[in-house]
Nanobody, 125 residues
């Protein structure tokens, strides 16, 4: 079992940056593809980005490509989401998740086995 704890959220002005972290418990972190998702008020949770087990492959939803960067440090059991050029529409609760089954990675929420509790990101205009 994996426990995930996100941190790094907060309030930032439009155009600013934040770096989210997700710390995982356990000694098998490198066996999971990792993903970031977000849920804005009144909306369904949506895919943001994912990274393969070794970190060599990444995939982003189109609206975030070029602004967000996902990375991981398997030695520290941590996955990161660097968010630049933030917009008010990026306001949401951001969740990290661990996927043990996909061959490389997936954007499908149902494929993820474990979820963190989320961290709030608020972007003011």
């Amino acid at each position: 079992q994996v426990q995930l704890v996100e941190s790094g959220g907060g309030l930032v002005q439009a155009g600013g940056s934040l770096r989210l972290s997700c710390a995982a418990s356990g000694r098998t972190f490198s066996s999971y593809a990792m993903g970031w998702f977000r849920q804005a008020p009144g909306k369904e949770r949506e895919f943001v980005a994912t990274i393969s087990r070794g970190g060599g492959n990444t995939y982003y939803t189109n609206s975030m490509k070029g602004r967000f960067t996902i990375s991981r440090d398997n030695a520290k059991n941590t996955v990161f989401l660097q968010m630049n050029s933030l917009k008010p529409e990026d306001t949401a609760v951001y969740y990290c998740a661990a996927d043990s089954r996909s061959s490389v990675y997936t954007a499908k929420q149902a494929s993820y086995d474990y979820w963190g509790q989320g961290t709030q990101v608020t972007v003011s205009s």
